[in-house]
C-alpha cells in the first residue's frame, strides 16, 4: 500500500486494483494505465514548473537591469561631474 500511495496512486485507484485482483483478475493493465496517467500529469506539472522558473528567472533580471539603469542615472544626476 504505501509502495502504491508513493507512486501516486489514490487510496481508491488501490482499492481498484485490489478489487481485480481479489476477482481472479490480475491488475496489472490497470495498474500500467494508472502509472501512465500519473506519468503524464508529473510530466505536465513538471512543465509548469519548469515555464514558471522561466518566467521568474527572467522577471528577476529584468529588474534587476532597471535597477541599474535607475542607479546610474541617480548617480549621474547626484554627483558632481569630475
Do not use: W, Y
Amino acid at each position: 500500500m504505501r509502495h502504491a500511495q508513493a507512486f501516486g496512486l489514490t487510496l481508491k485507484e488501490v482499492n481498484a486494483a485490489l478489487d481485480l485482483r481479489r476477482g481472479g483478475r490480475p491488475p496489472c493493465v490497470v495498474v500500467t494505465q494508472l502509472l501512465d496517467e500519473h506519468l503524464a500529469e508529473t510530466e505536465r506539472r513538471i512543465n509548469e514548473l519548469q515555464a514558471l522558473r522561466d518566467t521568474l528567472c527572467s522577471a528577476r533580471s529584468q529588474d534587476l537591469e532597471a535597477a541599474r539603469l535607475l542607479l546610474t542615472d541617480f548617480f549621474a544626476r547626484s554627483l558632481p561631474p569630475m
